[in-house]
């Protein structure tokens, strides 16, 4: 029930909006009803429905590189004191640098016949550091008197991370993750904005076109369906949090 | 027979923890050690354990007991230190995991250790599910689950309120006696150190000297016995006067 609470809300706006936009007879080209963008939807369902396809695995696949990548970076970096202190500039100048602003160079490296693989490539980038930032912080805060405790029992190095460090760096893990997992969109859009025309066929390129013949109603159609990805995705990474916190964790009472 | 001979240790340069402790343990024995806070109880426990090495001085253990490698030491921290994802039931048995035990010997000495401290029915609890006394029970479990010649203890019941601690306490001076392991406790309490030991060593604090800012570490000043336990021992007069002796030797030893 409290699930359906929102929708009230939206249908009041969408019928606002179809209103309005008669009301004022707003042109087509500038706000379209919501009716129109119905229309649009169903439509360009099969092209859209391509386009999601190509941008969710350009995202999934970037947000696994992220993860992989942010995890076991963190943790060569907690291992001793002088690789962080040797690698700690280059991750700060990572997370300052505009990541938009190196996109075209990586697009130029890897070839634009390798559209998907240079998508990739950026959004990953983009997804990389709040997931490294996070783990970072997990891994540290693990408490002295646990490590002793593993010293004692005679734990090696992967057993006292398997045992206990990863176990407890995992609710900022997945914090992080799910930071990660929204700019992993993000990053797979913007990649396909900087890479333009006719290269790539994700939901961005869609938008794209759609914007060039004024096709505004299928540009809010696509709109809508990359939302609808962004949702569905983290409301996914919550419910993976829940499934492995719930018994333990202190944010889930 | 554990014997200390002239134990110094720092953790910092000029910053002494530990000065000339000098001391021995026997082989069963309930040691209790008292002193104020920051005097370098803890420190000493984890020489005990192997956690850290003497800067000087000799620590010899009795070949049964020599290095945590082995399975004989235990350690009972004052927090439980249980890992929060783990049941009650695989907290204890982690040790035993990476002691590389077999599945079936694991199962086994889980279970004696969850008997041991009564916790049998609360093997599936998370510790978040259970009070204090009871997270410091399966604390003390997963220490014994190794079973233990040397038992250390960190001042472990210091967080848990009078009637708990009460119980703890008698449980394990039973426990002590149907396990034939070494005791040594470490406690701020006087009180505690009266009722639990069979020998109560007095630690004195560590000094800084006024002009060069050194410190000179803690060690042990006296060695008390107090009497066996007698009818409702808590309230006898003569547990009393052993805490009476046990607070004398402490102002004495704050005063120097
Ligand atoms: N890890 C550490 N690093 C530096 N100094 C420490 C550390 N642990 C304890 N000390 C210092 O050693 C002294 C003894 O500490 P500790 O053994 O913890 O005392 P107690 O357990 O009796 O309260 C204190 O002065 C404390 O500040
Ligand atoms: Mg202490």
Redesign the pocket.
């Given at each position: 029930m409290r699930y359906l609470l929102p929708l009230p809300i939206g249908l009041c706006v969408l019928a606002l909006w179809e209103a309005a936009v008669h009301y004022w007879q707003v042109p087509r080209f500038l706000l379209p009803p919501p009716s129109a963008i119905a229309v649009a939807l169903i439509d360009n369902l099969p092209l859209l429905m391509a386009g999601l396809w190509t941008t969710l695995n350009i995202t999934l696949i970037a947000f696994a590189c992220a993860v992989i990548s942010g995890v076991g970076f963190a943790t060569l970096f907690t291992r001793a004191r002088f690789i962080e202190l040797a690698f700690a500039p280059y991750l700060v100048a990572l997370q300052v640098t505009p990541v938009v602003a190196i996109a075209p160079l990586i697009l130029i490296w890897v070839g634009f016949d390798n559209i998907n693989r240079a998508l990739i490539i950026i959004a990953w980038i983009i997804a990389f550091f709040p997931i490294t930032a996070s783990s970072i912080q997990g891994l540290r805060s693990t408490n002295r008197d646990l490590h002793d405790m593993m010293t004692l029992a005679g734990a090696k190095w992967w057993q006292r991370l398997l045992y206990l460090e990863y176990p407890a760096a995992l609710p900022a893990i997945l914090a992080g993750a799910k930071t990660s997992g929204g700019l992993a969109l993000i990053g797979a859009v913007m990649a396909e904005f900087v890479a333009g025309s006719g290269t790539s066929t994700g939901l961005a390129w869609r938008i794209i076109e759609a914007g060039n013949r004024l096709e505004i109603a299928t540009m809010f159609a696509a709109l809508i369906v990359l939302s609808l990805l962004g949702i569905v995705f983290f409301y996914t990474l919550s419910f993976i949090e829940w499934l492995l916190l719930r018994r333990w964790h202190d944010s889930f009472q | 027979m554990i014997t200390l001979t002239d134990i110094n240790f720092s953790?910092?340069k000029n910053?002494q923890?530990l000065h000339n402790v000098s001391c021995t343990f026997a082989e069963n024995s309930f040691s209790v050690i008292v002193?104020?806070?920051?005097?370098?109880?803890?420190?000493?426990l984890?020489l005990l354990a192997g956690l850290e090495e003497p800067t000087s001085g000799a620590l010899i253990m009795p070949p049964a007991l020599s290095t945590f490698s082995t399975f004989s030491t235990g350690f009972v921290f004052q927090d439980p230190t249980l890992l929060a994802w783990r049941n009650v039931y695989d907290n204890i048995a982690l040790p035993l995991k990476i002691k590389g035990l077999d599945k079936t010997s694991r199962h086994t000495r889980t279970q004696e250790a969850l008997a041991l401290v009564g916790l049998a029915e609360r093997a599936d609890a998370h510790p978040r599910e259970l009070s204090g006394g009871m997270k410091m029970r399966v604390s003390l479990a997963r220490a014994l689950a190794s079973r233990p010649r040397l038992l250390l203890m960190?001042?472990p019941f210091a967080a848990l309120d009078e009637h708990t601690r009460f119980r703890l306490e008698d449980d394990l001076r039973n426990l002590q006696q149907t396990l034939n392991c070494t005791i040594i406790f470490?406690t701020?309490s006087v009180a505690q150190a009266a009722y639990l030991g069979e020998r109560v060593l007095v630690?004195g604090a560590?000094e800084t000297n006024d002009e060069t800012g050194d410190?000179t570490?803690?060690s042990i000043k006296h060695i008390l016995n107090p009497p066996a336990h007698q009818q409702d021992w808590r309230h006898n007069p003569a547990f009393h006067a052993a805490c009476a002796t046990i607070s004398a030797a402490l102002a004495e030893v704050e005063a120097a």
């Open positions: - | 953790y910092e910053r923890a002193g104020a806070s920051g005097c370098g109880k803890s420190t000493l984890r960190d001042e470490v701020h630690m560590s410190e570490g803690g």
